[in-house]
């Protein structure tokens, strides 16, 4: 099964593709999707949709696992993030993709036993998940891994 991974967000969309067969899960690609700062909201999204449509056609996943807004810091970047996970759920939906929603804090229960865990904690679990010594550089990518794993747990409960 193949599940494509995404932690949205109007800047950076962190996706990930991983194959799970029932043993272990392997990370066949991952990127992201970057917008411009200053561009319109608008122009973003479009980005966002035109990108993610092309990520869907590429890999034809057999489900998506995304992160759950459910709590925001920031008010200011709650409303642009939900626009685009709104894009990217929409996208989905459109290539008729069974959609998973996990809460950050579910991710982290899940992955290391406690919903609290630290970014380095989720980064090491991911890493013995894969059973590889580097991950990408990227934050947002990394994310979009943990909640790909994540799914592969849930689904073997």
């Keep these: 099964m193949k599940i494509l991974g995404i932690d949205p967000g109007l800047g950076i969309v962190g996706y990930s593709i991983v194959d799970y067969e029932g043993d272990k899960p392997v990370l066949l690609h991952s990127g992201s999707i970057q917008t411009q700062k200053g561009a ?3 122009v973003r999204l479009v980005e966002i949709f035109d ?3 092309t990520i869907v056609e590429k890999y034809k996943p057999d489900c998506a696992a995304i992160e759950k807004l459910f709590f925001f810091r920031n008010r200011t970047t709650v409303m642009p993030v939900a626009h685009a996970r709104g894009v990217i759920l929409t996208v989905l939906e459109k290539h008729k993709i069974s959609i998973f ?3 950050p804090m579910e ?3 899940v992955l290391t036993g406690y919903g609290r865990a630290d970014k380095k904690e989720v980064e090491q679990m991911v890493k013995l998940a894969l059973e590889v010594d580097n991950l990408p550089k990227l934050d947002d990518t990394v994310d979009s891994i943990a909640i790909a794993i994540c799914h592969t747990r849930s689904i073997m409960v």
């Design 40 to 42: 319109r909201e608008s």
């Design 51 to 53: 990108d993610m449509t």
């Design 101 to 103: 929603e996990y809460t």
């Design 107 to 109: 991710v982290k229960q």
